[in-house]
Nanobody
């Protein structure tokens, strides 16, 4: 399984970005039944969970992004998205997508850099 993340960039505070993570080498039924997540790692900090969408469609968010970020997926495209609104300087980080299969196997994308200027 390979994950290709895209959509990062430089944006001013208050702006928006939409991250995408396309999965390849995974059959549709496995993608559909996997938990999909976005993590981020800021300089000097540990990687943290930003948002997760479970196989049943339930979502969960870090408190710091609730109401601003939305995670979604398109099973047919095997793609998970992260819509980021009202961006803040503290959202600056490398964002990683993650696929966790039901059998416990875990896959990570290469990361996409988001820089928010204040």
């Amino acid at each position: 399984v390979q994950l290709q993340a895209s959509g990062g960039g430089l944006v001013q505070a208050g702006g928006t970005l939409r991250l995408s993570c396309a999965a390849s080498g995974i059959i549709l039924s496995v993608f559909w039944s996997s938990n999909l997540a976005w993590y981020r790692q800021a300089p000097g900090k540990e990687r943290e969970l930003v948002a997760v969408i479970y196989s049943g469609g339930t979502t969960n968010y870090a408190d710091s992004v609730k109401g601003r970020f939305t995670i979604s997926k398109d099973n047919a495209k095997r793609t998970v998205y992260l819509q980021m609104n009202s961006l803040r300087a503290e959202d600056t980080a490398i964002y990683y997508c993650n696929v966790q299969q039901g059998n416990g196997l875990d896959y990570w994308g290469q990361g996409t850099l988001v820089t928010v200027s204040s």
